[in-house]
């Protein structure tokens, strides 16, 4: 592999992961407002590519933290 095919990679790897970040952030934030059907809608558009392979445990864990936070910030 050269040099410049590495460094495309990187790359390539590197936007991947910002953009299953983002993803994921924007799910935990809609998500409240979205339904079974939109999102397994998106899931399988091309937007979710990314996350194909993430464990639905780490969204739903997520939410259980969001939602945790939520209730402190209330009391």
């Given at each position: 592999m050269?040099?410049?095919e590495r460094i495309r990679r990187q790359f390539q790897e590197a936007?991947?992961?910002l953009e299953m970040r983002l993803l994921l952030e924007r799910l935990e934030q809609n998500l409240s407002s979205l339904s079974?059907?939109?999102f397994g809608e998106l899931?399988?558009?091309p937007v979710a590519r990314t996350?194909?392979?993430v464990p639905a445990s780490v969204l739903l864990n997520q939410?259980?933290?969001m939602q945790a936070?939520?209730?402190r910030s209330t009391r």
């Open positions: 050269t040099t410049v936007l991947e992961g079974l059907k939109e899931l399988k558009s996350v194909g392979d939410i259980s933290k936070n939520t209730a």
